[in-house]
Each structure stands twice: as structure tokens, then as C-alpha cells.
């Protein structure tokens, strides 16, 4: 996929980015994501999936709009998707983030801001929409914090998000930020990022003795691939292999 971010080049090889356009209907903005999820899961090991996220239109606080519940539907899985993917994931967001980009914002690994930035809320007459926004803040940051955010329906400045972690970075210099990001990609490759990912997840609701399983798994495959790569140890002269 081409890059739309200004002044941004592709990084060769690691690089997949997408534009995600905010003037675009639900149904649109569906199928732009998974089309870029399709894409991303036919990339090799080690490829970093970019969205940029744009500047969301005047009415972009009135999300999702006249649409049907199967439509908020596969929106919600579109973004999952995003979520789940092997690769590591980045978000640039600028100006005014809110409904379908805070939702892209919140369900990558790596999220940068560029000065300015405002997250907003989706408002629809009055009302907090009540879409797996709630559910990444409440993941994010703690069921106290996401109150408060939700409860008072205000806008959060860069500075705010950062102090949250809801922003990892600000990205004065986008192109250098997003190539350094993505480097990390040679050490974080294939399916055992999104392992460590859902591991983090899980951690806030399951209980030790039931995610100690899973993390053990994830340590034996970790000692099989360091026995791999590790050279074999060379053995004296005169002297057998034990």
C-alpha cells in the first residue's frame, strides 16, 4: 500500500501504510480497514501496519450517524481486526481525533501525536456513544480514570493523553518518528507480538493461576527459539559430547 502521510516514505520492506480518510461513510471506513488488514496478513514477519489517522471533519463528534446496528457491527470487528494483527501497529493522529480515528487510536500498539491534537469523545445529541471505546478506555487506563473522562464528555489536550498514555509519543518530526517506531519490528516479528499483546490484555481480568498456562507457553516457545539461534557450543579436543 502507498503512503499518504506527508512527507513520509514507506520504510523498504516493514512498512504498510494506509490514509484513513474521516469525510468517509462507516461503511467505507469498513472496508478501507479491512482491506488493510488483508494486506497486512499477507505481509512477511516483521512488517509495521501505519494508519494515518488524519483530521476528523466538522461532524465527526456525531459518530457513527444514521446507520443500522449490523453496520456498527462490522466496524467494530474491522477494528478488532486491527487490533489482533501479528505485526506491530502504529497510529499518527493530528488535530481533532474523535469517533472512528479514537477508535483506531485505541486499538493499536503504538500511538503518536502530532502538537495540536485534541482527542474528542463522539457525542450524539448530548450522549457519550456507547461503542468499544468505553471498553479500550476502561483497558487502558483503569475503570477510576475512564469514568471521569466519559462523565465529564471533555475534550482531552496532547498533553492529557500523554499523561494517560493514551499518546505514547509526540511526533514533532513524523517521518523520523515513524521510521524509528518501525524498527522496533526487528525485534518484535511474527505471531508473538500479538501473544505479548493479548497477554498484556489479559491480564487485567484473568486471574494468576489461570493466565500462568498461557504465559509459560509463551516462554517455552521463547527458550526453543533462543536454543535455535544461540551457536553451539564447541567442545574441547578429546573430549565427547556429554
Given at each position: 500500500?502507498?503512503?499518504?502521510?506527508?512527507?513520509?516514505e514507506?520504510?523498504?520492506?516493514?512498512?504498510?501504510?494506509?490514509?484513513?480518510?474521516?469525510?468517509?461513510?462507516?461503511?467505507?471506513?469498513?472496508?478501507?480497514?479491512?482491506?488493510?488488514?488483508?494486506?497486512?496478513e499477507?505481509?512477511?514477519?516483521?512488517?509495521?501496519?501505519i494508519?494515518?489517522?488524519?483530521?476528523?471533519?466538522?461532524?465527526?463528534?456525531?459518530w457513527?450517524?444514521?446507520?443500522?446496528?449490523?453496520?456498527?457491527?462490522?466496524?467494530?470487528?474491522?477494528?478488532?481486526?486491527?487490533?489482533?494483527?501479528?505485526?506491530?501497529?502504529?497510529?499518527?493522529?493530528?488535530?481533532?481525533?474523535?469517533?472512528?480515528?479514537?477508535?483506531?487510536?485505541?486499538?493499536?500498539?503504538?500511538r503518536?501525536?502530532?502538537?495540536?491534537?485534541?482527542?474528542?469523545?463522539?457525542?450524539?445529541?448530548?450522549?457519550?456513544?456507547?461503542?468499544?471505546l468505553?471498553?479500550?478506555?476502561?483497558?487502558?487506563?483503569?475503570?477510576?480514570?475512564?469514568?471521569?473522562?466519559?462523565?465529564?464528555?471533555?475534550?482531552?489536550?496532547?498533553?492529557?493523553?500523554?499523561?494517560?498514555?493514551?499518546?505514547?509519543?509526540?511526533?514533532?518530526?513524523?517521518?523520523?518518528?515513524?521510521?524509528?517506531?518501525?524498527?522496533?519490528?526487528?525485534?518484535?516479528?511474527?505471531?508473538?507480538?500479538?501473544?505479548?499483546r493479548?497477554?498484556?490484555?489479559?491480564?487485567?481480568?484473568?486471574?494468576?493461576?489461570?493466565?500462568?498456562?498461557?504465559?509459560?507457553?509463551?516462554?517455552?516457545?521463547?527458550?526453543?527459539?533462543?536454543?535455535?539461534?544461540?551457536?553451539?557450543?564447541?567442545?574441547?579436543?578429546?573430549?565427547?559430547?556429554a
Amino acid at each position: 500500500m502507498t503512503t499518504e502521510l506527508p512527507g513520509v516514505e514507506a520504510p523498504e520492506g516493514i512498512g504498510l501504510f494506509a490514509k484513513v480518510d474521516g469525510a468517509r461513510t462507516p461503511a467505507e471506513l469498513t472496508a478501507l480497514i479491512n482491506s488493510a488488514c488483508d494486506q497486512a496478513e499477507k505481509q512477511p514477519d516483521g512488517t509495521a501496519v501505519i494508519l494515518d489517522l488524519g483530521e476528523a471533519p466538522v461532524e465527526h463528534e456525531q459518530w457513527p450517524g444514521d446507520v443500522t446496528i449490523q453496520t456498527v457491527n462490522r466496524w467494530e470487528r474491522a477494528v478488532r481486526r486491527v487490533e489482533s494483527l501479528d505485526g506491530i501497529t502504529i497510529a499518527v493522529a493530528q488535530g481533532t481525533c474523535g469517533g472512528h480515528a479514537l477508535d483506531l487510536l485505541l486499538a493499536v500498539d503504538f500511538r503518536m501525536g502530532v502538537p495540536g491534537l485534541q482527542l474528542q469523545l463522539p457525542v450524539n445529541d448530548g450522549h457519550i456513544w456507547p461503542g468499544m471505546l468505553l471498553y479500550r478506555l476502561v483497558r487502558h487506563l483503569g475503570l477510576a480514570a475512564a469514568r471521569r473522562i466519559v462523565m465529564r464528555g471533555a475534550d482531552l489536550s496532547l498533553g492529557q493523553a500523554l499523561d494517560l498514555g493514551l499518546i505514547d509519543q509526540v511526533a514533532d518530526d513524523v517521518q523520523g518518528a515513524v521510521h524509528a517506531a518501525t524498527a522496533l519490528t526487528e525485534r518484535m516479528a511474527d505471531r508473538e507480538t500479538a501473544v505479548r499483546r493479548q497477554l498484556l490484555l489479559e491480564a487485567a481480568s484473568v486471574e494468576y493461576d489461570d493466565a500462568l498456562g498461557a504465559h509459560l507457553a509463551a516462554c517455552e516457545r521463547e527458550l526453543r527459539r533462543l536454543r535455535k539461534e544461540r551457536p553451539a557450543a564447541s567442545v574441547p579436543a578429546g573430549r565427547s559430547r556429554a
